[in-house]
């Protein structure tokens, strides 16, 4: 081992103190890095790598439904931010304002944008004249700034990064598709991309988007059966098009207003990879966006052959996976170290007695299972062994929220669940938002998360009030 280099040091334990261990987690295994303005994180080559291969994949299902990109102003004159009465008070807390331009001072302030939907209703109003200009299927990726008062990396940031699609349609019905065709397009990708479950359904009237009709939104649950909002997706119907007087002339040579959606996500992601899937040896990244898939590690390296070897093992696995051959002089032990606290999915171990056995070792990252591999068909081992990782960390967080989700069918038992328990709870609610304020003041701060599509119908009455239920609730605590 080289002069002044240490193994990987021990992180916090998350049964001890979750919060601690994340922090450690986004720091030691160099995802970002704080900057010197509150909330604002600096995103580290491996964090944003991490980025990059969500985007890349997210932008691949977007495109297969015909979404394409454009990128919007980042300031937006105050004057066209309050053309949306709903939508500008929802936001108002959160706005950070320019008013100094150079040496003068602005005639008109200017928001850093916390969303887009204005910017996009100015643009479609000049870009939409008939049915044949329709629909607009169009997507950001960008950065946003909202100016939380609590911040924690990935999680609540000042300034973070996006994506947000607005589109419009000819019809509410052809709008209402496209919310819910989006909502699916998440869903998909956080089980077959991410390995993780999530509940899925439509937001309370209190806890929907500003200027919404409609918020659908997917939430899945951490370790410790906090519940994060993964992404969401809305029907606006066509109130900015009234606020912005965006119309077409329809079929019928009559002029209409459009209607519109909205749906994003974010690198909240990041923060739910890390929370859902992590252990007290650091990340446990998801295969398919994990920036090294496997790592080779060279054993007694100073051995002759041994290199030669490992880099042809490099050379030949970099055709099919993202390779990382570590040659440095650090002792294998940290090395080993290095690559659990970055949750590389897959090590490949060669020493002299594999090469001369024409095998080398995989260890799985997941669950440290060491297979002893012919080198002959080492591609389409570690293809097996990346899907079979894959398919074992969704299940395990399949299995984390089965056991963490409740039922309740009394006030007494909510309010015992909230305070004890955690996790999420199911039960019925009367559609009264007071009972919502009520619940989360004497559990608190559990919310409701959704209305799940599917509905149980655990009882007849409302869990606070007692009044005859209208729907099935999931209910939680959220970052």
């Not at 950065?143 to 990935?154: D, G, I, L, M, N």
């Not at 098009?241 to 119309?247: E, R």
């Amino acid at each position: 081992m080289a002069k002044n280099k240490k193994m990987v040091e021990a992180i916090t334990s998350r049964d001890e103190d979750f919060a601690k261990w994340y922090t450690d987690i986004v720091k030691k295994a160099e995802l970002i890095d704080y900057s010197s303005v509150k909330g604002c994180m600096v995103f580290r080559p491996y964090g944003y790598a991490i980025w990059e291969n969500i985007q890349a994949d997210m932008d691949r299902r977007f495109k297969e439904t015909g979404v394409e990109n454009v990128y919007m102003p980042l300031f937006i004159p105050e004057s066209m931010l309050q053309k949306e009465k709903d939508h500008v008070e929802g936001f108002a807390p959160e706005c950070a304002w320019v008013t100094v331009g150079g040496q003068e001072k602005l005639t008109e302030r200017l928001c850093v944008r916390p969303t887009s939907e204005v910017l996009f209703c100015e643009h479609y109003k000049k870009v939409i004249e008939t049915y044949r200009d329709l629909p607009k299927l169009y997507n950001q990726w960008c950065s946003v700034v909202r100016w939380e008062k609590t911040t924690r990396p990935f999680l609540r940031n000042s300034e973070f990064l996006w994506q947000e699609g607005h589109t419009m349609h000819e019809t509410a019905e052809e709008a209402k598709e496209e919310t819910l065709r989006m909502l699916k397009v998440y869903e998909d990708f956080y089980r077959e991309t991410l390995a993780i479950p999530a509940v899925v359904g439509e937001k309370t009237e209190k806890e929907r988007f500003a200027g919404a009709e409609a918020t659908y939104t997917i939430e899945p649950m951490m370790h410790n059966g906090v519940a994060l909002q993964g992404g969401t997706s809305h029907y606006f119907g066509d109130g900015f098009a009234k606020a912005f007087d965006i119309k077409f002339q329809g079929r019928d040579n009559k002029l209409h207003y459009p209607h519109q959606t909205s749906w994003g996500t974010s690198t909240r992601m990041i923060g739910a990879i890390i929370m859902v899937h992590g252990d007290d040896d650091g990340l446990i990244l998801p295969p398919k966006i994990s920036p090294i898939q496997v790592a080779v590690i060279p054993i007694a390296q100073h051995k002759e052959g041994v290199l030669d070897k490992a880099n042809e093992l490099k050379e030949r696995l970099s055709k099919k996976f993202r390779v990382k051959l570590d040659d440095s002089d650090h002792a294998p032990g940290w090395k080993f170290s290095e690559y659990e606290m970055k949750g590389v999915p897959v090590r490949v171990e060669i020493g002299p007695k594999d090469i001369e056995n024409n095998q080398c070792v995989i260890v799985r990252r997941d669950t440290r299972e060491k297979i002893f591999t012919p080198l002959d068909n080492l591609e389409d081992k570690i293809e097996e062994v990346l899907q079979l990782i894959h398919d074992a960390m969704y299940e395990r967080a399949l299995e984390n929220m089965k056991e963490k989700t409740h039922v309740a069918t009394t006030y007494e038992q909510f309010v015992e669940l909230g305070k004890e328990q955690g996790g999420f709870i199911k039960a019925m609610w009367c559609g009264n938002s007071e009972c919502e304020d009520k619940l989360k003041e004497v559990t608190g701060g559990v919310k409701s998360r959704c209305i799940p599509f599917k509905e149980e119908h655990l009882s007849d009455t409302c869990v606070c009030c007692g009044k005859p239920a209208k729907h099935m609730v999931y209910w939680g605590k959220q970052y």
